[in-house]
């Protein structure tokens, strides 16, 4: 079984910094793309960043230039750097992985349950 563990979220004033990871685990053959998405109070969930196995990325227009996305792949673990936070940045973010387990030769969509970041004076 793979699961995938964020970490890093809270509040955070206006113009702040945070920085959120998100661990997988589990018995793991490889893993493809990795990607940060959020969900707001009464929106829809949303693609903030995503890297692919080859580390290109992708962002949000609302995000970029604050934003940063990486990876460890020794680790299996997948960051997001957010500076000038603002409130509009509050929202659940959970972590997605393309994932390959050991159980399966496809790549499975797995997500994370969600860290909650809170941006307020």
């Known amino acids: 079984q793979v699961q995938l563990v964020e970490s890093g979220g809270g509040l955070v004033q206006p113009g702040g910094s945070l920085r959120l990871s998100c661990a997988a685990s589990?018995?793991?053959?490889?893993?493809?793309?990795m990607g940060w998405h959020r969900q707001a109070p009464g929106k829809q969930r949303e693609l903030v960043a995503l890297?692919?196995?080859?580390?290109?990325?992708n962002y949000a227009d609302s995000v970029k230039g604050r934003f940063t996305i990486s990876r460890d792949s020794a680790k299996n673990t997948v960051y997001l750097q957010m500076n000038s936070l603002k409130p509009e940045d509050t929202a659940v973010y959970y972590c997605?992985?393309?994932?390959?387990?050991?159980?399966?030769?496809?790549?499975?969509?797995?997500w994370g349950q969600g860290t909650l970041v809170t941006v307020s004076s």
């Open positions: 589990g018995n793991i053959v490889s893993i493809n793309a």
């Open positions: 890297i692919t196995g080859a580390g290109s990325t």
């Open positions: 997605n992985a393309a994932v390959m387990p050991t159980t399966s030769f496809r790549f499975l969509d797995v």
